[in-house]
């Protein structure tokens, strides 16, 4: 599986959980409103999309602290989100939240931001490792012996490594 294949699957998932979810806890039928709900999902979906192919190079990789900036990249998405929709959202007029309210719902959507990339960084090596896609693909011989010849793999840090 390639990776745009990949990650056209993980952001559909993505997407489908996220609107049962959205669905489930709405008023039946949901009101006009939750139209931009699944609008905001797309966008979110779209960032999923471009980011899973990303996820699953530094993983083939093994990528050094690559949890971490899955993690922070998380957050600042999350973070975002929440400004956006803070920006947007008229809410009910009548009621001001205070700033620890405000604060709260900051922190709720930067952990939850973090979640999401966490679940989408594990998702996307999850479905590539079951379709015998980019993931953990050994090196075939030929190409071991190719790379300590060249001297281009930094693993390699002793002749007795190339021996095959």
Same mark, same amino acid.
């Given at each position: 599986?390639?990776?745009?294949?990949?990650?056209?699957?993980?952001?559909?998932?993505?997407?489908?959980?996220?609107?049962?979810?959205?669905?489930?806890?709405?008023?039946?039928?949901?009101?006009?409103?939750?139209?931009?709900?699944?609008?905001?999902?797309?966008?979110?979906?779209?960032?999923?999309?471009?980011?899973? %192919?990303?996820? /699953?190079?530094?993983?083939?990789?093994?990528?050094?602290?690559?949890?971490?900036?899955?993690?922070?990249?998380?957050?600042?998405?999350?973070?975002?989100?929440?400004?956006?929709?803070?920006?947007?959202?008229?809410?009910? %007029?009548?009621?001001?939240?205070?700033?620890?309210?405000?604060?709260?719902?900051?922190?709720?959507?930067?952990?939850?931001?973090?979640?999401?990339? /966490?679940?989408?960084?594990?998702?996307?090596?999850?479905?590539?490792?079951?379709?015998?896609?980019?993931?953990?693909?050994?090196?075939?011989?030929?190409?071991?012996?190719?790379?300590?010849?060249?001297?281009?793999?930094?693993?390699?840090?002793?002749?007795?490594?190339?021996? /095959?």
């Amino acid at each position: 599986m390639s990776a745009a294949s990949a990650a056209n699957r993980v952001a559909l998932i993505f997407f489908c959980v996220w609107l049962a979810i959205a669905y489930a806890a709405a008023d039946h039928p949901p009101p006009p409103p939750f139209l931009f709900l699944v609008l905001a999902l797309l966008v979110c979906a779209f960032f999923v999309r471009l980011r899973v %192919p990303t996820y /699953l190079a530094w993983h083939a990789q093994q990528s050094r602290g690559r949890i971490g900036r899955v993690i922070c990249e998380g957050a600042v998405g999350g973070g975002v989100l929440y400004l956006v929709l803070l920006v947007l959202s008229s809410g009910e %007029p009548s009621i001001q939240p205070d700033i620890g309210a405000r604060l709260i719902g900051a922190g709720v959507m930067v952990v939850l931001g973090a979640t999401n990339a /966490l679940m989408v960084y594990g998702s996307g090596v999850t479905l590539s490792l079951w379709t015998g896609g980019l993931a953990w693909r050994p090196l075939r011989p030929d190409r071991i012996r190719e790379r300590c010849i060249s001297g281009r793999d930094p693993s390699v840090r002793r002749d007795d490594d190339c021996q /095959l």
